[in-house]
């Protein structure tokens, strides 16, 4: 058996951010490694566990988390699971939403709540520095000097090594590069939901990494018929699609497929294996 079939999420290809740091683009989510709600910890545990060390073994080197996960318990279990960490795998989190119950999620982007966040999530990851810290939203209560000049703060005093945005237009994206570069976008994206298309195009013009959340839009009619029409055609499932779409979208897209169970990161990871042909991106055309 070839290397490339024990580990297919390394036939996704690969995308480098911020210029040092190769990842395959088959990459996992960590959102829900937690409780329902995305609040508390999960309800097998063990099962999670399992989940985070079989992520490397299926060849996926990003691995996407927040603070606010859990709160905290996904940054939690993927220390537990996988620290000390192998070569090569980039840890990627987040900071700039409260937790105040089950799917709550004000936002707060004052230093000192920032401060509270990168500190809290290097202590739990077990790190010196994280390789990809995000921004998880803009807080219009906050001027954006106040948070966007902390984590230039921040990164020039070794805590973080590159810098990202999360639902972020072109305009937020040129006001952070005044701060810093910016080497990753996470917008939520899939192929019934492409309103970020003009930011895509941006980040492609400018080697930045696009991180889709949400790839499977549940709410999109058309959309799902299309994705079934296609999966039925490889004998696929819907998110396998969803998942393969994103992956010949763009060169820049780096999908976060997230589940809690072994079987599901199995069958996600599949997506990587499967071309879409001339026929399917009829049925599914790729972004203009």
């Not at 988390?65 to 090569?88: K, W």
């Not at 980039?90 to 939403?97: D, E, F, Q, S, W």
């Not at 589940?259 to 996600?268: A, D, F, P, Q």
Request: net charge negative.
């Amino acid at each position: 058996m070839q290397a490339t079939d024990q580990q297919p999420a390394t036939q996704a290809g690969t995308i480098t951010i911020g210029g040092d740091l190769t990842v395959n683009r088959m990459a996992y989510g960590a959102m829900r490694i937690t409780g329902e709600g995305i609040w508390g910890p999960p309800k097998d545990h063990d099962e999670c566990i399992r989940v985070l060390k079989r992520t490397l073994e299926l060849g996926i080197n990003f691995i996407d988390t927040a603070d606010s996960y859990g709160p905290y318990v996904s940054e939690e279990l993927i220390a537990e699971a996988l620290h000390p960490y192998p070569d090569g795998l980039v840890i990627g989190t987040k900071g700039a939403l409260l937790r105040t119950g089950p799917n709550q999620w004000p936002v707060d982007g004052s230093r000192k709540h920032l401060e509270e966040a990168l500190n809290g999530s290097l202590k739990r990851l077990k790190l010196d520095r994280i390789d990809l810290y995000q921004l998880h939203r803009f807080d219009p209560k906050v001027p954006s000097e106040e948070f966007l000049g902390f984590l230039q703060e921040a990164q020039q005093q070794g805590k973080i090594r590159h810098i990202g945005l999360s639902e972020v237009g072109i305009e937020q994206i040129e006001e952070a590069k005044q701060y810093f570069d910016v080497v990753s976008v996470q917008n939520m994206y899939n192929f019934g939901e492409q309103r970020w298309n003009d930011v895509l195009k941006y980040c492609e013009q400018n080697n930045i990494a696009f991180i889709p959340w949400f790839p499977l839009n549940a709410g999109n009619v058309a959309a799902e018929n299309a994705i079934k029409k296609v999966a039925q055609r490889h004998g696929a499932t819907d998110y396998q699609i969803a998942l393969a779409w994103l992956l010949a979208a763009s060169p820049v897209m780096l999908p976060i497929a997230g589940t809690s169970s072994v079987k599901h990161l199995e069958e996600n990871v599949k997506a990587a294996t499967i071309k879409l042909t001339e026929e399917d991106l009829q049925d599914m055309p790729l972004p203009q």
